[in-house]
């Protein structure tokens, strides 16, 4: 089946670091790969998408590289701020509408 | 517009008892998602409304989970009786089309649920 493996967390980092979550997919066919991100007592919100290979999906700073050789969706953000700090979940859809989703990296900004 | 709305935001019920979570999706999406987050691990699935018709709910644990969404606008989703395992985080979702990537799913903040 399709699977959505991502780094464990938690993650803290501070204020201007360099940010990078992992993102490994299994999937039987080319699926489209996306990062949610859930902010404190708020829902989940599309962060990016990709839905073919080599696309680059990105949004406020952040940025994945839809890599089918590697079967990766890695998120990067150059200078993260307090504001970052949330739940970060990569997902896949294949040929359907089921979100497979990864556990979710809680990621800390301190000031 | 509003977004998509979850009631209650938390429910702490003891094992045994019934609990109902409610779902509001974005007026005019056809389509709600139940998805739900267990123990800190991933978020999956659980079953899928085109308007009031269930189209998929071969992610529904057992049969002890009732969805139901009469005239297609809100759902409710039913656990009788709750058992210790049920407590998670339970996320409904709406997109105006069959999602794909074509189609953003748009969650709601999720009900937190606690079974003891």
């Known amino acids: 089946g399709n699977s959505v493996t991502q780094m464990e967390g938690p993650v803290t980092l501070s204020e201007e670091a360099f940010l990078t979550i992992n993102c490994t997919y299994t999937a039987t066919g080319y699926p489209s790969l996306f990062w949610y991100v859930q902010y404190p007592g708020e829902g989940l919100q599309l962060l990016l998408k990709?839905?073919?290979?080599?696309d680059k999906g990105s949004n406020k700073g952040f940025e994945a590289t839809y890599r089918k050789e590697t079967t990766s969706f890695h998120l990067e953000k150059g200078s993260v701020q307090v504001s970052d700090s949330a739940v970060y979940f990569c997902a896949l859809i294949l040929n359907d509408y089921k979100l497979s989703f990864g556990a979710g990296t809680t990621v800390t900004v301190r000031a | 517009e509003a977004g998509v709305t979850q009631f209650p935001s938390h429910s702490v019920i003891e094992k045994g008892q019934t609990v109902t979570l409610r779902c509001d999706p974005i007026s005019g999406h056809d389509n709600l998602y139940w998805y739900r987050r267990v123990m800190g691990k991933e978020i999956k699935f659980l079953l899928h409304f085109v308007k009031e018709s269930k189209q998929d709910e071969s992610g529904m644990p057992n049969n002890r989970f009732l969805a139901e969404r009469t005239g297609g606008t809100y759902s409710t989703l039913k656990v009788q009786p709750a058992e210790l395992e049920d407590s998670g985080v339970y996320f409904c979702?709406?997109?105006?089309?069959?999602?794909?990537?074509?189609?953003?799913?748009?969650f709601g903040p999720g009900t937190r649920l606690l079974v003891l």
């Open positions: 979702a709406s997109s105006q089309g069959w999602a794909g990537a074509s189609e953003t799913q748009y």
């Open positions: 990709a839905t073919k290979a080599d």
